[in-house]
């Protein structure tokens, strides 16, 4: 039974709590420095969802929430992609979520009362477990940009939220896809906490036009990233960990 | 120049936004699309061990609550097994011990209903450090000796996300009535400050007969929730 540990999360690739540029952080970010943990069983375990736990459905968001015969409107894309490790290697059966705004940049959510009109069949979100080889796609219409109150006049690129487990806790992730040759990425507050150009280019997904069906929709690659482990410690072999 | 080392980097994390609900509880969003939505029940039916509640809210560097806020939760049952092929032991059908937490979008208070969990073996020497650690040094928040092998008091992992928060917080909580457990705890003992142990300690009362643990979360400022980085 294998107790590794995950290596440690590299902070300098994630954006710290506080950053001004990206107001509503002020107020939410801890002062103290964080306590790091070795890890126990509370961190390297996680929860295990199956089959079961979803329907086929669920990673079309094009049609999960339309009436039947009905779809949802936007430019029709595919984002796929595969979750890997920090090891390289992919991370099967494990559930990926995803939500977004629709084509006009309004989402399907109570809170949300932006101008643009909610499109009857599109709910805007999926969800989908990755197969043995750790690939995952979601059929869906490309979010539109819209603006929100930071400064006065700020607009999010377009973008679609994705939520990952992995195996373990320490894993957990939830970051956002954004789209190859847009304009706003460069100008976002909450793109720009990242400290990194590289850690930017990280999470814009590219035009993959071998993936696209043709007359159909358009294909966007997006691969996820998890934290890596080190391999079982064998006390006459301490070498690879 | 040296040869390149040939790791990929974890993806960075981005907020989780105010929209959070859409995807991982469109219920509360104000629809409904999926057969089930995943995380509304921790236990499960067969669970031994005593029901509980927990209830809280999260709170900003303001005081004010935070409305929008997501957690998710994550525990061992009651005999300290975690549902997951690498803990020991066995959990009960329909055990998961992951929920999902969200708030009243009015008041920002949270609650969820689950059963106690037991205390959780302790970590192993997994590799790093020493093979044969020195005995555990007690207060050494120097922390160049190895966390110790006791026993980890009952606790549940918990996982914040909002609007506002750009890389989840881990904290832990913990329970009052634990004390004697809480105090060999290897990880509150490593907080250096011991006033600030207590912010992982749920305080327990009964209502109508049920058993509720309320543990406020503070994000900044006085009272600040211990975070860890896991």
Redesign the interface.
């Given at each position: 039974?294998?107790?590794?540990?995950f290596y440690?999360?590299?902070?300098e690739?994630?954006?710290?709590?506080l950053?001004p540029d990206?107001k509503?952080?002020?107020?939410?970010?801890?002062?103290?420095a964080?306590?790091?943990?070795?890890?126990?069983?509370?961190?390297?375990?996680?929860?295990?969802?199956g089959h079961n736990?979803?329907?086929p459905i669920?990673n079309d968001l094009i049609h999960?929430?339309a009436k039947d015969g009905e779809s949802a409107i936007g430019e029709r894309i595919i984002m796929h992609g595969r979750v890997?490790?920090?090891?390289?290697r992919p991370v099967p059966n494990t559930?990926v979520?995803?939500?977004q705004?629709n084509a006009g940049g309004r989402?399907?959510?109570?809170?949300?009362t932006y101008l643009a009109p909610v499109d009857p069949n599109f709910?805007?979100?999926g969800?989908t477990i990755t197969d043995e080889n750790g690939y995952y796609f979601f059929r869906t219409v490309k979010p539109g940009a819209y603006p929100w109150r930071n400064w006065v006049n700020n607009w999010r690129p377009a973008h679609i939220?994705l939520?990952v487990f992995g195996?373990s806790?320490?894993q957990?992730?939830?970051?956002?896809c954004y789209f190859e040759g847009d304009p706003l990425i460069a100008k976002c507050p909450?793109?720009k906490?990242?400290p990194t150009q590289?850690?930017?280019d990280?999470?814009v997904a590219a035009l993959d036009l071998n993936a696209t069906v043709p007359l159909d929709s358009i294909a966007y690659k997006f691969d996820?990233?998890?934290?890596?482990r080190?391999s079982?410690?064998f006390?006459n072999r301490l070498e690879g960990? | 120049m040296v040869q390149k080392l040939?790791?990929?980097?974890?993806?960075?994390?981005?907020?989780?936004?105010?929209?959070?609900?859409?995807?991982?509880a469109?219920g509360a969003?104000?629809?409904d699309?999926?057969?089930?939505e995943?995380g509304w029940d921790i236990a499960g039916p067969n669970a031994k061990g005593e029901r509980i509640r927990v209830e809280g809210i999260v709170i900003?560097?303001?005081g004010n609550p935070?409305k929008?806020v997501l957690i998710?939760t994550?525990q061992?049952n009651a005999d300290g097994v975690?549902?997951?092929?690498?803990?020991?032991g066995e959990v009960e059908e329909g055990f998961?011990?992951?929920g999902r937490v969200i708030t009243d979008?009015e008041t920002g208070e949270w609650g969820f209903d689950t059963v106690k969990p037991g205390p959780?073996?302790?970590?192993?020497s997994?590799?790093?450090g020493p093979?044969h650690p020195p005995a555990h040094a007690g207060d050494d928040w120097l922390?160049r000796g190895?966390?110790g092998h006791e026993d980890?008091a009952p606790?549940i992992?918990l996982?914040i996300?909002?609007?506002?928060?750009?890389?989840?917080?881990?904290t832990?909580l913990y329970f009052d009535d634990e004390a004697e457990a809480n105090a060999k705890d290897p990880?509150l003992n490593?907080?250096e400050w011991h006033n600030?142990r207590p912010t992982l300690i749920a305080k327990r009362s009964e209502r109508d007969g049920k058993v509720v643990y309320r543990f406020d979360i503070r994000?900044?400022?006085e009272g600040?929730?211990?975070?860890?980085?896991?």
């Open positions: 039974m294998s107790q590794a540990e440690q999360r590299d902070r690739r994630h954006p710290p709590a950053t990206y509503t952080s002020v107020m939410r970010s801890p002062r103290a964080l306590i790091s943990l070795q890890q126990s069983v509370s961190e390297i375990t996680g929860p295990v969802f736990d979803i329907d669920d999960n929430y890997l490790d920090e090891n390289g559930l979520e995803a939500w705004a989402y399907r959510h109570k809170k949300d709910g805007g979100c969800r939220h939520s195996t806790f320490s957990r992730l939830i970051t956002q909450i793109v906490t990242i590289d850690g930017i990280s999470l996820i990233v998890l934290r890596g080190r079982t410690l006390e960990n | 040939d790791y990929l980097k974890e993806t960075p994390s981005q907020t989780a936004g105010p929209y959070v609900h859409i995807g991982l469109p969003a104000g629809f699309i999926y057969r089930q995943l900003d560097g303001t935070v929008d998710e994550w061992a975690y549902a997951h092929p690498e803990s020991e998961r011990g992951w979008f959780v073996k302790a970590r192993k997994l590799g790093t093979l922390g190895d966390e980890m606790h992992n996982w996300v909002a609007r506002g928060i750009n890389i989840g917080l881990n832990r990880v490593l907080i600030r994000l900044q400022g600040e929730t211990v975070f860890f980085d896991i």
